[in-house]
């Protein structure tokens, strides 16, 4: 990276090296990048139970931005970082939901520069600063090849427990997806990307009677969605991006 600056000129005076007129050139190749998962934590207002995340590697950048997944290219210069065009899904939200998802796209696309303040990492704009904290990978070793037996589900603040038969989930480090929702089977794929389990293919096959077809349809949708996975001793608790929850037990 090319630097005119007059702090760069007086710090080679005085490291006894030449210093004139004109551009200096900075090695910036042990600069640090802003590469891994981070999460939304200040700089634009979020709706709660739709977090928006970014994930940063040499191959580009992937994200959930509030409703849709998000991706594209990321170039990372020094401390100069940009955006190119982004591509995304096309869920539809809440108008606040999508509200939330345009504001951070649309700065995104503004920023120029980043730097890390007390681990978490900043991106500048000239509408603001975006503060991203980082996201802890997901447990995939304490979370596959375990059958798990639902016990409760969580819809906004309303907890109920289960009915009908075994609801289960099995997670196989071959990136299979088999269980239950108590009434129908599922089956499916999955894998673990910036911090959230994410199930392309799901299919639901079977009949559900109508006293268990709210179950179902949360179970569908949590595990359907892309959907955090914390693993507790034998607790399995699944929180969706919209903020419903599936909590499961390591079965004996």
Request: charged share 15%; net charge negative.
């Amino acid at each position: 990276m090319v630097v005119k600056s007059f702090v760069v000129c007086i710090v080679l005076a005085l490291a006894g090296a030449a210093c004139g007129e004109g551009e200096v050139t900075v090695d910036t190749s042990s600069w640090p990048r802003p590469d891994g998962v981070w999460e939304l934590s200040a700089g634009l207002s979020m709706v709660d139970g739709y977090p928006i995340t970014m994930s940063i590697d040499h191959a580009g950048v992937t994200g959930r931005a509030a409703c849709n997944a998000y991706f594209g290219t990321v170039t990372v210069n020094g401390s100069s970082i940009s955006f190119g065009e982004l591509g995304q899904t096309a869920m539809g939200c809440e108008p606040a939901v999508l509200a939330a998802e345009n504001a951070f796209l649309t700065v995104l696309q503004l920023v120029s520069h980043f730097e890390f303040a007390e681990g978490a990492l900043v991106l500048s704009s000239p509408e603001g600063d975006l503060v991203f904290k980082p996201v802890a990978p997901v447990q995939t070793a304490e979370l596959v090849d375990t059958t798990w037996v639902l016990e409760t589900i969580i819809e906004g603040e309303t907890a109920s427990s289960v009915a009908g038969d075994p609801a289960t989930l099995l997670l196989g480090t071959d990136g299979s997806l088999t269980g239950s929702t108590g009434c129908r089977t599922l089956n499916g794929r999955w894998h673990e990307s910036g911090g959230v389990v994410i199930v392309p293919e799901l299919s639901a096959d079977g009949y559900c009677p109508e006293q268990l077809s709210d179950q179902d349809s949360l179970v569908v949708t949590v595990v359907g969605d892309e959907f955090r996975a914390v693993v507790d001793g034998e607790i399995l608790t699944l929180t969706s991006m919209g903020g419903d929850g599936l909590v499961y037990r390591a079965a004996p």
